[in-house]
């Protein structure tokens, strides 16, 4: 059975495609921008890391159809209306599905054949409109636990509104899009148990949703399954001026569970231990919260330079609040770095075993939970020896997950 990928953004480092095409079951992959190397417009684009990244060598040969040009023009449109960020994010899913239409209506052949429409949630509405009148099958790729995650968020809002920012709930047209989306669905992927008990408690029905781990495939990690462990060398005891050196990556908001590691970085204030912060900041005062704690602000860094912090830091955070899965786990495993992570994402670590799982994203189990690997360096030690990404979470893996997925297709048909 073929596939046809709809994919607006480099997600997942194009990880679905890629499994696709590995298995032979790729029909094309629909996406917003393409940026051969070795393209004028890849060298006119010079250091434009937000287009350097729309590629892979993986798929350099793949049929995948893409809209660079109008993509760019779109969003050179879209900065100079000075669009808020929810206006840009509904006129930017609305622009890439009315693409993604008009190029299946111009491509016959591909109706012809019927092959299974795969689309990532919010940018998925009127491809699925359009397949289904074909009748073909439809794949939904939710990329978060829906609304029960905005609600999450909302209370957030409420206890700490000094560091919203300019956070907004979602617009009404966005969440009925969505259940619009989640109906014409045959199927649902979800990457985490958390995300699909989250689907569920808003109606959607468990028979339709299937989970598929997120999968991380590096040459770092293809030789770290074969490799023996990294070895890390921790101190015998941390001091002031060898603190321990806790890592958070990725977008620093209130849904990462920020606010709360920031309080808990005030409570330890005394303590030999400092936090490196690495990513976009998204909430405000964020700082100020901070100021009487070792708090370091690093700002967004490239892949490369996350994989530098991933291996000069001591232990990896994500308190989350909540997340579909939370890749950056397998990123921070992939360079043998030891978690301390929330329950409200994708299962990774073994508690006690290659880190630990908190029982409440609080300030104060943050803050207890990091003392007790200020005082038992050898513990992170231990998790570290053990911290490595499984056979779980690799491109094969994802390949026979979907290969089963279009199994109850045939089964059905």
């Known amino acids: 059975m073929k596939w046809t990928c709809c994919q607006l953004g480099a997600r997942e480092h194009y990880a679905i495609p890629r499994a696709l095409s590995r298995s032979g079951s790729l029909d094309q992959l629909i996406t917003d921008v393409w940026m051969q190397p070795s393209s004028l417009l890849a060298k006119v684009a010079g250091g434009e890391s937000r287009l350097r990244d729309r590629f892979h060598g993986e798929l350099r040969e793949a049929p995948v159809n893409a809209f660079t040009l109008s993509s760019i023009l779109f969003e050179s449109v879209t900065r100079a209306r000075g669009q808020n960020p929810w206006q840009s994010i509904l006129a930017r899913n609305r622009w890439f599905q009315r693409k993604v239409v008009s190029h299946l209506r111009s491509n016959p052949s591909t109706i012809d054949t019927k092959p299974v429409l795969l689309s990532y949630s919010y940018a998925a509405l009127e491809p699925f409109r359009y397949v289904k009148r074909g ?64 689907l569920i408690r808003k109606g959607v029905p468990g028979e339709k949703i299937s989970i598929i781990p997120l999968a991380y495939d590096t040459e770092v990690n293809r030789a770290r399954l074969t490799e023996p462990p990294l070895q890390r060398r921790y101190p015998d005891r941390f001091t002031s001026e060898r603190p321990l050196r806790v890592l958070f990556l990725g977008l620093i908001n209130l849904r990462k569970g920020v606010a709360r590691l920031l309080e808990a970085a005030r409570i330890l204030r005394d303590e030999p231990v400092e936090f490196w912060m690495v990513g976009p900041v998204e909430i405000a005062n964020a700082k100020a919260l901070a100021a009487a704690a070792r708090v370091k602000w690093f700002g967004p860094v490239t892949r490369k330079q996350a994989g530098q912090f991933y291996r000069d830091a001591d232990v990896f955070i994500l308190p989350t609040l909540s997340d579909g899965f939370a890749i950056t786990q397998l990123e921070a495993q992939a360079n043998g770095l030891p978690l301390i992570v929330s329950k409200s994402c994708g299962k990774v670590i073994e508690n006690g075993v290659n880190g630990i799982v908190l029982n409440e994203p609080s300030a104060t189990v943050i803050a207890a939970t990091v003392r007790d690997c200020i005082v038992n360096p050898g513990l992170l030690e231990k998790f570290a020896s053990a911290s490595r990404v499984g056979d779980r979470f690799t491109i094969q893996a994802l390949a026979d997950h979907l290969q089963e997925l279009a199994g109850t297709f045939e089964g059905s048909s």
Do not use: T
């Open 135 to 198: 009748g073909w099958r439809s794949v939904l790729v939710q990329i978060d636990p829906g609304p029960e995650e905005e609600a999450i968020v909302a209370e957030e809002v409420a206890r700490v509104p000094e560091l919203a920012g300019e956070w907004h709930a979602a617009p009404s047209e966005y969440w009925s899009n969505w259940r619009e989306e989640c109906n014409l669905a045959d199927r649902i992927v979800v990457n985490s148990q958390w995300s699909r008990e989250g």
